[in-house]
């Protein structure tokens, strides 16, 4: 879905918490995409890392949790924004067009 947009660049995965700390550090992308269940460190944890250690990259928890029940925990871990995998065909895209605008008007701004 994501890389079906031509504007856009997937530039890495990660296959549990740890590299996807290690990745966002090294490929420092605009957007990082996370679940909140990952292995080794949950997805809160490497939302709080990235928010602290790379702030320019924002972070997007999409997670099988219902967005009332850990939308308020995914806010206060630093991440920018959450959609519940079951209306990913319908928000991820507005969510992520929504960050990509959030750091454009920001570049803008300085």
């Not at 966002?24 to 996370?34: A, E, F, Q, S, V």
């Not at 959450?82 to 570049?107: F, M, N, P, T």
């Amino acid at each position: 879905m994501l890389a079906a947009r031509p504007d856009w660049e997937v530039c890495g995965e990660a296959v549990d918490g740890r590299e996807a700390i290690e990745k966002t550090k090294l490929l420092r992308p605009d957007i990082l995409l996370l679940d909140i269940t990952t292995p080794y460190i949950s997805g809160l944890d490497v939302a709080r890392a990235v928010s602290r250690d790379i702030p320019a990259t924002q972070v997007l928890i999409l997670s099988q949790y219902e967005e009332s029940e850990m939308r308020p925990h995914a806010l206060e871990a630093g991440a920018r924004g959450y959609v519940s995998k079951s209306e990913a065909g319908r928000q991820l895209l507005i969510a992520i067009d929504a960050l990509v605008a959030r750091k454009s008007h920001a570049s803008q701004s300085r």
